[in-house]
């Protein structure tokens, strides 16, 4: 993740022809229990994880501050049952090609939100609203959609894959706000802290099982 993000700072700055600083922004959400099922099995069941955010721009943050197309959000959410295969979500997605159809595999639709009500004494944000989703359609026409948000109120995830899964998860306690380019911690650590959740739940879900046949 953090050679992503060094790429990433590295592009950024080439749009601006040299200019002087771009700042980037980084943010931890607490745990979100996460539902998720799949219609194909007929299964549900509960993981955890930990969003994170990165947002790379021209400017310092301010009170009234909203996204512009200078502006980078790179959002993950990393889960203890699928440790290498976080959810990611990158705009502007450079990916994209705008000659295919919208809402294509490789033509996504996007909807993006970034408002910044307030910033504290360190210009982090203490008021905010960030999600990004993106919607696309396969070629075998199944929807695929994809959302991560947080605000001051919490933040929470959705997506799935029509006929196949769908999951999402919220959380009303808000994570941690850094600036600086190497303050997000790397995935493993957040996967040391989701594996331990997903044995306690696992415990306590065979207790409750047990209870119940008893």
Known sequence: ?????????????????????????NY?????PVEHTSYRSDLT???YSVITVQIVTPTLLTAGSSWSSDTVIYMNRYSN???????????PNTDADPTRPPGSVWNPNWTVSMNIGEVDANG?????????????????GREDISRIATSNNGDSVLGG????????????????????????????????????????GGVARRRSAKRRAG
């Not at 982090?124 to 075998?140: F, G, M, Y």
């Not at 790397?186 to 997903?198: C, Q």
């Open 45 to 47: 069941f509960t993981h």
């Open 81 to 91: 049952d699928s440790p290498t295969h976080p959810q990611s979500l990158l705009y």
């Open 161 to 200: 894959y029509e006929t196949y899964y769908f999951f999402q998860g919220a959380v009303t306690t808000p994570g941690t706000w850094t600036m600086g380019a190497t303050a997000v911690p790397e995935p493993e650590t957040y996967m040391m802290l989701l594996a331990g959740l997903g044995l306690v």
């Open 1 to 25: 993740m953090r050679n992503l993000l060094i790429a990433m700072c590295i592009s950024f700055a080439s749009l601006f022809g040299g200019a002087a600083h771009a700042y980037q922004y």
């Open 124 to 140: 982090l944000p203490t008021v905010w609203d960030i999600s990004l989703l993106r919607q696309l359609n396969t070629p075998e």
């Open 28 to 32: 931890v959400s607490q745990v979100i």
